[in-house]
C-alpha cells in the first residue's frame, strides 16, 4: 500500500492489540486488528458483547488507550486527533446535561471550544436531526429517541468529519430504531461525513454501512469485512432483496464462525 | 404550592396540640416542688393546682403560655436595640451565624474542590476533615474565644470560627459526592471535546452537584446556629441568645431560658426554609423536572 494510500485513510490500524491489566490477570480486549476507514465510509463494527467493538471504538477515540501495532486517526495519533478535536462521538446513552435545554446540550461543545456562530451552528444542527421547534424544551420532556437525535446535533455541532457512534440506538424499540436509522443514513448522504458505528444487530449494520466489520470475543478480533454496494440514498426496502439477504447470511456466519472459536 | 401546605397542615397542627397537650401536663408533676407550698397557701383544690402550677414565677419548667407571653413581651413591648429585647440577641446571634456560614460554605465547596482534583490531598485531607468533627465543640470553643482573645480578636470573629468549623464538613462531604456525581460517559463526551478541568468543573461538576449542595447547605445553617449560641457560652458575652440563656440560668429565669430556647428554633427553621427556597429557585432555573 503506498503512502498516498495511507494519507487517504480517515483511520488506519495496524496489528493493533489493547490489553486491560485487571487483579485477575490480562483481559485481551483486542488482538492484531488490521483497519482501513477511508473518507465518506459508513462502517459498522458488529459481534456480541466483549467482542471489544465499543473498547476498538473508544481506542479510536483515544478514551483507551491500545497496547501494542499503531492506530492513526486523520493520520495522527488518537491522543492528538482528540486534543484537534477530530471527532464527534454519540454514546450509548444520549448523556444529555439535564440542566441544559436542548439549544444548550447542543451548544455546549461550541461553548467549551470558544466557536462563535453558536445560533446559527445549534439551528442548522437540530434542523438536520428534525428537532427544530425543541430548543427550549429540557431533556426530560422529550421520548428517548428524541434525546438521542438531540445528542447526534451536538456532536455534529462543530462540524467534526468524522463521526463516531456507540451503539447510539441499542436502547431504543425497533419501529423508532428504523426511523432514525433512516434518518441517519440521509444526514451521513448530506453531510458526507465519516461515520464509525458500533452495533450488534445484524439489519443495522448491513442497512447502514458500505463496509461491515465483523467482530469475535476472547480476544477481540476482526473475523471479516464485508464491501456492500447499495445506493447512498436507499430506503428500507432494500431489507427484501436478494442482496441485503446475503450480506445479512454472511455476517451471520461470520459470527457463528467466531463463536465455535471460542467452544 | 397551595396544596403542599394543606396536605401538611393538618399533620403538623395535630403534632403541635400534641406536644402542647403533654407539656402542659408535665408542667404540674416537675414544678411540684416550688409549687407545693403556694398551693397550699392558696387553699389547695384542683384549680388552684392548675392555676399556681402554669403561672409560677421562676418555674422548674414553664407553661407554653408563660413561654409565648415572654416572647411577646421581649419582641414587642421592648425596642430591639435594647440589651432586654429578644430581638437584639436574635440578631447578634444571626450575624454571626451567617458570617460562619458564608466562611464555612467556601471553605467546605474550596476543600471539596481540592479534594477531587488531587488524590494526594483526597488521602491527606480527608482524616483531618474527618478527625475536626470528633472533638467536641464544647471543649475546643472556650480555647478558641480564648486564643483569638488574647491576640485582639473579640465578639463576632471567633463567634462566627466556630460556626464554620461545624459547618464546612458537611458542605465539604456533601460537594465531594456532589463534584464526583456525574456519570462516565458525562465525563467522557468532556474529554471527548478536550475541555480543560476548569470547564469540566464549571459546565459539568458544579451544576450536577447542586442537589448536594443544597442538602448540605440546609445541615450547615443550622448547624451554624448552634455554633454560634455555644461561642456565647463561654465568653460572657453581652450579647446573643447564649448570653440570654447563660444569664438567663444564672438567675433561675427559666422562663427566659425557653423563650430564647423557643427563639433559636424559630430562626434554625426559618433559615432552613429559606434555603429551602432557594433551592426551589435554582431548580427552576435548571429546569428540573417539577
Known amino acids: 500500500m503506498g503512502s498516498f494510500d495511507v494519507a487517504q485513510a480517515v483511520i488506519e490500524a495496524k496489528d493493533l492489540g489493547l490489553t486491560f491489566q485487571t487483579a485477575d490477570g490480562p483481559v485481551f480486549a483486542l488482538s492484531k486488528v488490521d483497519l482501513t476507514v477511508e473518507d465518506g465510509d459508513f462502517v459498522s463494527f458488529i459481534g456480541p458483547s466483549g467482542c471489544g467493538k465499543t473498547t476498538l471504538l473508544r481506542a479510536i477515540a483515544d478514551l483507551e488507550k491500545f497496547t501494542e501495532g499503531t492506530l492513526t486517526v486523520n493520520s495522527m495519533m488518537p491522543e492528538q486527533a482528540r486534543l484537534a478535536r477530530s471527532y464527534g462521538y454519540v454514546f450509548q446513552a444520549p448523556a444529555l446535561y439535564p440542566w441544559r435545554t436542548v439549544e444548550a446540550n447542543v451548544g455546549l461543545p461550541l461553548e467549551i471550544m470558544g466557536i462563535g456562530d453558536a445560533a446559527s451552528r445549534i439551528q442548522r444542527n437540530l434542523d438536520l436531526v428534525n428537532l427544530s421547534g425543541f430548543e427550549k424544551k429540557f431533556p426530560w420532556q422529550l421520548s428517548g429517541g428524541m434525546q438521542q437525535r438531540v445528542s447526534i446535533a451536538r456532536a455534529l455541532a462543530f462540524d467534526p468529519k468524522l463521526l463516531l457512534m456507540d451503539e447510539p440506538f441499542g436502547a431504543l424499540d425497533e419501529i423508532v430504531r428504523d426511523k432514525l436509522n433512516q434518518q441517519l443514513l440521509e444526514l451521513w448522504d448530506r453531510t458526507k461525513k465519516t461515520v464509525v458505528f458500533v452495533t450488534h444487530s445484524i439489519p443495522e449494520a448491513v442497512f447502514l454501512s458500505t463496509k461491515i466489520v465483523v467482530m469475535s470475543p476472547r480476544p477481540g478480533r476482526i473475523i471479516d469485512v464485508i464491501k456492500t454496494n447499495f445506493p447512498r440514498q436507499r430506503t428500507l426496502d432494500i431489507r427484501e432483496t436478494p442482496e441485503f439477504l446475503k450480506i445479512a447470511q454472511r455476517v451471520r456466519e461470520g459470527l457463528k464462525a467466531g463463536h465455535a472459536y471460542e467452544d | ?290
Open chain 2, 1 to 290: 404550592m397551595l396544596m403542599r401546605t394543606e396536605r401538611h397542615i393538618l399533620p403538623v397542627l395535630t403534632i403541635c396540640a400534641a406536644i402542647l397537650v403533654m407539656w402542659y401536663v408535665a408542667c404540674i408533676p416537675m414544678n411540684a416542688v416550688v409549687a407545693e407550698t403556694k398551693i397550699a397557701a392558696a387553699g389547695g383544690g384542683f384549680s388552684n393546682v392548675l392555676a399556681v402550677s402554669w403561672g409560677l414565677d421562676r418555674p422548674v419548667i414553664p407553661a407554653p403560655h408563660q413561654v409565648l407571653t415572654e416572647i411577646w413581651n421581649s419582641v414587642f413591648l421592648i425596642a430591639p436595640w435594647k440589651v432586654k429585647s429578644l430581638v437584639f440577641h436574635i440578631w447578634v446571634t444571626l450575624t454571626s451565624t451567617m458570617l460562619g456560614f458564608v466562611m464555612g460554605t467556601i471553605l467546605g465547596i474550596g476543600l471539596a474542590v481540592a479534594i477531587i482534583h488531587s488524590t494526594l490531598l483526597n488521602k491527606s485531607l480527608m482524616p483531618w476533615i474527618i478527625a475536626s468533627q470528633t472533638i467536641p465543640i464544647l471543649a475546643i470553643a472556650p480555647m478558641i474565644i480564648g486564643v483569638l482573645g488574647s491576640v485582639g480578636f473579640t465578639g463576632l470573629i471567633p463567634k462566627s470560627l466556630i460556626s464554620m468549623y461545624l459547618c464546612f464538613f458537611p458542605i465539604a462531604i456533601g460537594m465531594v459526592k456532589g463534584l464526583t456525581s456525574p456519570d462516565p460517559m458525562q465525563l467522557d463526551l468532556m474529554r471527548t471535546y478536550n475541555a480543560s478541568a476548569s470547564q469540566i468543573l464549571w459546565k459539568l461538576r458544579f451544576p450536577a452537584a447542586m442537589p448536594f449542595l443544597f442538602t448540605s447547605l440546609k445541615v450547615a445553617i443550622a448547624i451554624a446556629l448552634t455554633g454560634a449560641i455555644v461561642g456565647e457560652l463561654p465568653t460572657g458575652a453581652q450579647g446573643g441568645l447564649g448570653a440570654r440563656m447563660l444569664a438567663g440560668s444564672y438567675y433561675g429565669q427559666t422562663i427566659q431560658i425557653w423563650a430564647a430556647l423557643v427563639a433559636a428554633s424559630f430562626v434554625a427553621a426559618s433559615l432552613v426554609y429559606a434555603i429551602g427556597g432557594m433551592e426551589r429557585l435554582v431548580n427552576v432555573r435548571m429546569g428540573a423536572r417539577p
